[in-house]
């Protein structure tokens, strides 16, 4: 079954304490896997796609890395305003009419202390 | 630049009522797509449609419809609500192949 688990669920880090957040997937033919940053009460916000092994994207303090079976968003030296959820999802097996489906992960909560 | 407009926000039902939530795009993109969010559940598939006049189901469409007359609007109705239905609707458009873009959400409460 395609599925989609995110580890830790929550994390808590002091500013400028870098960590990596945890998406391990299992999916018939991954044709994409996709980082959402979601702040409360906002719909997910687009970060990065990664399409195969090996392959590695970054955005200010957030860089996100893809192997066979697993994706890293490691995030350094983070401010407070990094604190969201991070929702890690997979573009599975195709739909009808060519609609690739999107399994999601539940997120991890990440918050930043001064 | 609006991108995916959801309305209302927020809406208390009452079991049994119906309403519609309404979603519209202007990015011109070919899928549109609903999905809820629960607590400690990943996002999950409602309806989508890969253009005008075609909608299909995903992974929990009981108890919703669907329509898409215009390739910017894409309506979500509930037929009789019940309150396994309360959650957070999220409207989800995109390209072929490309990344989702995500409405604000509508938070739904059915008593």
């Known amino acids: 079954e395609d599925q989609v688990t995110q580890s830790p669920e929550a994390l808590r880090l002091q500013e400028g304490e870098s960590s990596s957040l945890n998406c391990s997937y299992t999916?018939?033919?991954?044709?994409?896997l996709f980082w959402y940053r979601q702040d409360p009460g906002k719909g997910p916000e687009f970060l990065f796609t990664?399409?195969?092994a090996g392959e590695e994207k970054e955005k200010e303090r957030l860089k996100a890395t893809l192997t066979k079976k697993e994706s890293f968003l490691h995030i350094t030296a983070p401010k407070p305003e990094d604190s969201a959820t991070y929702l890690c999802?997979?573009?599975?097996?195709?739909?009808?009419?060519?609609?690739?489906?999107?399994?999601f992960g539940a997120g991890t909560r990440l918050a930043v202390h001064p | 630049n609006a991108g995916v407009t959801q309305t209302p926000k927020f809406q208390v039902l009452k079991t049994g009522q119906s309403m519609t939530l309404q979603c519209a795009q202007d990015?011109?993109?070919?899928?549109m797509s609903w999905y809820r969010q629960d607590p400690g559940m990943g996002l999950r598939l409602i309806h989508y449609s890969v253009g005008a006049g075609i909608t299909d189901q995903g992974e929990v469409p009981n108890g919703y419809n669907v329509s898409r007359s215009t390739t910017e609007d894409f309506p979500l109705r509930l037929l009789s609500a019940a309150p396994s239905q309360t959650s957070v609707y999220f409207c989800?458009?995109?390209?072929?192949?490309?990344?989702?873009?995500f409405g604000q959400g509508t938070r739904l409460t059915v008593v």
């Open positions: 990015m011109n993109h070919e899928y």
């Open positions: 989800a458009s995109s390209s072929y192949g490309a990344e989702a873009f």
């Open positions: 999802a997979v573009q599975g097996p195709m739909f009808s009419g060519g609609y690739n489906k999107l399994i």
């Open positions: 999916v018939s033919g991954l044709r994409g």
């Open positions: 990664l399409y195969s």
